[in-house]
């Protein structure tokens, strides 16, 4: 149990990072700013800060989260998204103010006498009593501003527009707590345009397109790279010799024996368990003669055989079952190493039939076609597949891998609110509109997206309590 529960961390955990790396990189490379990098929900666990972003591990482990300024529909900027700003903004400070080795123990300068609008006391109390106020950073921050003019004299870099509007506010006002407010309450023109420069809901819709379709993308595209490196290191290969034969089926009737080696069908020669499982299922119950070559030591060395197919069904990766021609047996494998050019090939030709069957599969369980009970698993499935998984080895770990990352960027494209699908959907609306779903609307399809979700999050767990409990 304990192997199962590691494994599916480690193996969710993975598939996380991935995701939400491909929205953070391209955030990032499309200028947004994003705030914090999170695997797993709050409460937090340990985080720490690199230049404009917090890198968080939440107790939560139910996904994660990447948190970019803004995130809400319109240009304007909220009073509370202008205080988190602020803040980020006080930071970007206090990071190139220790770059640059500043002490906090210069005497204070006569401040700027710089027009500001007064501050409303009681709105300052309540946002310190809402936000917090975090004192080192807002000593370090008044320290600053005290300092003699020019203030960018004292860094180690040009100070942004945004930076100096706060530090000249801090500097008139003697307090960051009461410069922050003042500057939520009466915005300078150039701020906001420093948030709109870096907040999400004012990018061109283009880019808010390409950052959400980032994460299911990067999950898509994870699994081809792991695919490689697999390929690369040596996969099971299955070759055209007989391992295992089911009691009481045609090849164990017919002579076959465990080591045989499969020469040709039908006078066709025979070069991989492909085509010798392909000729079976084409025979249709059709008697076939084998060439076999037997290992030495046993009887004649080659020899012709005649085997009759039979008809059985047998379970499909969607839950179904099919008939097909069988003789009951099993290959013997091989471990094949490819170059890296050869390996990059079939990885993507792997991943691309894998997404295909994904693909069916999903649109099966949506028409009905297949049970749903029979064909999805939870959390709990999740986890005892994992510690199957692990317990067949690498090669095993690594293919439910990939399969868990390609189910993983396709369920997330799906337009369930919520979802990135969701998010597309919305985006695509306002491509066609040339304007937002309107907020209200927005927030009606995102509440009946979570009763979705965890409607079939619920479902789920029942589902494989109830698969436990049945055996």
């Given amino acids: 149990m304990l192997t199962s529960i590691i494994s599916a961390i480690v193996i969710l955990g993975l598939l996380i990072i991935v995701h939400e790396a491909g929205h953070f990189l391209v955030a990032k490379r499309l200028g947004v700013r ?102 080192g950073l807002d000593g370090l921050l008044e320290s600053l501003a005290a300092r003699p003019a020019p203030l960018e004299a004292w860094f180690s870099r040009s100070l942004k527009s945004e930076e100096l509007i706060l530090l000249n506010r801090v500097r008139v006002t003697n307090s960051a707590a009461r ?86 069908i039908d006078h066709k020669a025979i070069s991989s368990w492909e085509e010798f499982s392909d000729a079976v299922k084409a025979s249709k119950g059709a008697p076939l003669d084998l060439e076999i070559e037997r290992p030495a030591g046993r009887a004649a060395g080659r020899m012709n055989l005649k085997v009759t197919a039979k008809r059985q069904d047998v379970k499909t990766p969607y839950g ?61 499935a999740i986890v005892r597949l994992a510690g199957q998984e692990a317990r067949h080895g690498l090669f095993s770990v690594a293919m439910f891998t990939v399969m868990l990352s390609l189910e993983l960027g ?8 919520l979802l990135d699908g969701g998010h597309l959907a919305f985006f695509a609306y306002e491509g066609v509109r040339g304007k937002p779903l309107a907020m209200r609307h927005r927030e009606i399809a995102l509440q009946v997206g979570l009763f979705l979700i965890v409607a079939l999050f619920a479902f789920l767990i029942f589902n494989d309590i109830s698969h436990i409990v049945q055996g």
């Fill in 34 to 135: 994003v705030l914090r990098f999170s695997i797993g929900y709050p409460p937090r666990i340990v985080g720490i800060r690199r230049g404009e972003t917090e890198y968080v591990i939440g107790a939560t482990p139910a996904g994660g989260y990447v948190r970019m300024l803004g995130e809400e529909i319109g240009d304007e900027p909220k009073s509370d998204e202008l205080h988190t700003f602020l803040v980020e903004i006080g930071h970007d400070l206090a990071q190139v103010a220790r770059s640059a080795a500043l002490s906090t123990d210069t005497a204070p300068a006569a401040p700027h006498q710089v027009a500001v609008a007064p501050v409303d006391e009681s709105a300052r109390d309540a946002d310190e009593a809402v936000h917090g106020t975090d004192h």
């Fill in 179 to 264: 410069a922050r407010l003042s500057l939520q309450q009466n915005p300078p023109e150039e701020l906001l345009a420093a948030f709109r420069a870096r907040a999400f809901p004012s990018q061109p819709l283009w880019k808010r397109f390409a950052i959400v379709l980032a994460g299911p993308a990067a999950n898509m595209l994870f699994a081809p790279v792991l695919l490689t490196l697999l390929f690369m290191y040596g996969v099971p290969t299955p070759l055209p010799v007989i391992d295992e034969l089911t009691p009481g089926m045609p090849a164990v009737e017919a002579g076959l024996r465990s080591g045989d080696q499969i020469i040709a």
């Fill in 320 to 380: 179904t079952s099919v008939s097909e021609w069988i003789i009951g047996v099993t290959p013997r494998e091989a471990t094949r190493r490819l170059n890296p050019l050869a390996a990059a090939y079939h990885a993507v030709l792997s991943s691309v039939s894998l997404t295909g069957q994904l693909v069916v599969g999903i649109a099966m369980i949506v028409s009905g076609t297949v049970p749903i009970r029979e064909s999805v698993g939870g959390p709990i």
């Fill in 410 to 417: 396709l369920v997330n494209l799906l337009p369930v609110p």
